[in-house]
């Protein structure tokens, strides 16, 4: 079994005392138009965008233009259906559950959550494709085996849901019959059969229904060689996609590994007057690749080709973000066009300043972080970080409670659930009662193997950095009802408690954490706020809240 998501993804492409504060004063109101004021000692240049709830981050400007990233937080891998006048998206979902959430929208700039897919994954779930064929909706799934998924017949196993409607219900997951391959990309040929592209190149055809594989999986394609003295990860060859646009197959894919150094991944073109190729590379591959470090995003790839309102076409794909890779890969727009000899050419550049679009109806809201509990937010805001299949449940919401039943001995092996956020500072807050026997805490999490953040079992509060118990011990009254709070400037992170929820005592002790990201811990992750519980006993949460400053 492979360690982590990078290490799976190589073997399938083959190659002191605390101080009494009340932060934020007046301006602390969660849920108006204020916005805290976080201290530091220096703020590099920050590029505006649209105005959002909570401070967040939105891509539309309102004048006809956007800034990205189109959808802000770990959102890779991002697969894109147009249906008619919607658009459809959902990404990776790794070892989330509810996993696969389904996201809409009118314009491509603006994207709102509709539902989520999988109700339990079968193990780490990897890029995927969304596609609607004959009035059904498919979603072909790489399954990675897991620690907690010993089923699976192969390291890498491609399985497909289906549903009548884009909101479900989803059907479980059905095994389409192929092992040892990632990046399912679906296409149905001009002999009309229907077809799997995989990691590779490679390809398989599929059974009428689309349920099954209906033959050998075939090499179709061997790639584009970029020059030896290029910086990249790995060659990694991956995510084909198909777009078809008048005679012509367009197959996107990328190489350059998915992280690593900023200029790797890139993005590739090859077209085809059939299915079955020949496939000729694009004379000016590739269509888009970060050009130095200093560029505001790094390591772009995984892309569709898709077309937009007006007939404007665009590429979506993912990229991170330069100086907060701890936000993982976030969804970006590119405009698109085509040249007169039908090669895609990319137009946005480094992406470093707004672009036109093209609005259909009003302006989406950005989704709301916060949360008061009273319905039930398992999947569009929370997601439980898996780690072993479950007996029972784990987590529950309603009537104003987060429920986490707790297990192992902390946030390791404990429950957690976890929140994506797209933000590069903010503060999170939350108030919690801890069970006897049990402890429950407010981290921001990467991994199993690296959070930071408080827990207390109503005795001591623990304080973890690293992924693991720091030296430090905070002193705070035995007590199983208090408020912890967390804020990040930056990867600068002060931690704070309440009894109270209105005067707040300062820990002693900060963190740094940008370095908490993929090319530190080899694994394809992020940063995010969680909760989690851990021992005997249950640990229940209430009014958390999210708030967000430039």
Known sequence: MTETRRDAIRIALGGSAALAVAPFAAERAFGNAQRPVLSRVCSPPVPAWGNAIEGRRKA??????????????????????????????THSAFDATPGLL???????????????????????????????????YYIYIPFMKASWSPELASFANTY??????????WSDPVDVGVGGFIDPGHA???????????????????????LRADGPVEQVYGGWRYPDNWIVEAYSLEGPKITRRG???????????????????????????????PWENCPHNPIV?????????????????????????????????????????QTLLEPLAWTADGWPRALGGDLSKPLPFVRAGAAAPVPQQSDDFTKDSLGPRWTLHVDVQPVGPLASIGAGVLTLTGKG????????????????????????????????????????????GMGCDGKQMRTYGGGRVSHWREPVPNTRR???????????????????????????VRAETSGAHANTMNDLSSLRPALFAAGKGAVRYRNFRFVAKD
């Open 60 to 89: 539309d400007f309102g004048n006809g233009h956007y800034r990205n990233p189109i959808i802000a937080g770990d959102y890779a891998d991002p697969t894109i259906l147009k249906d008619g006048n919607d658009y459809y998206l």
């Open 188 to 210: 149905v040929g001009e002999d009309g059969h229907r077809y799997l592209f995989l990691s590779g190149i490679s390809r398989v055809r599929l059974s009428s229904d689309g």
């Open 102 to 136: 389904i996201w809409h929208s009118r314009d491509l700039a603006n994207w709102v959550p509709l539902c989520t897919a999988l109700a339990k994954p079968l193990g780490t779930v990897f890029a995927c494709d969304i596609v609607k064929h004959n009035g059904r």
């Open 482 to 508: 208090l408020h912890l709070a967390i804020e990040n400037d930056h990867h600068a992170l002060t931690y704070y408690w309440s009894l109270d929820g209105k005067t707040w005592t300062r820990h002693g």
């Open 160 to 169: 497909v849901i289906h549903a009548d409607h884009i909101t479900g219900p």
């Open 289 to 329: 690749r970060t050009q130095t470090e200093d560029e505001p995003w790094h390591s772009r790839g995984h892309a569709t080709a898709v077309e937009g309102p007006g007939g404007k076409w665009y590429l979506v794909y993912h990229g991170y973000e330069n100086g907060y890779h701890t936000l993982g890969r």
């Open 409 to 452: 001995a902390g946030p390791q092996d404990g429950t957690v659930v976890t929140q994506q956020v797209g933000e590069r500072a903010y503060r999170v807050e939350v108030a919690l009662d801890i069970d006897e026997g049990a402890e429950g805490g407010l981290l921001l999490y990467f991994n199993d193997r690296l959070f930071f």
């Open 247 to 277: 005679e012509w197959f367009y197959l996107f894919s990328a190489v350059g590994g998915t992280s690593g150094p900023a200029t790797g991944h890139m993005v590739i073109v090859a077209r085809s007057s059939s299915i079955h190729g």
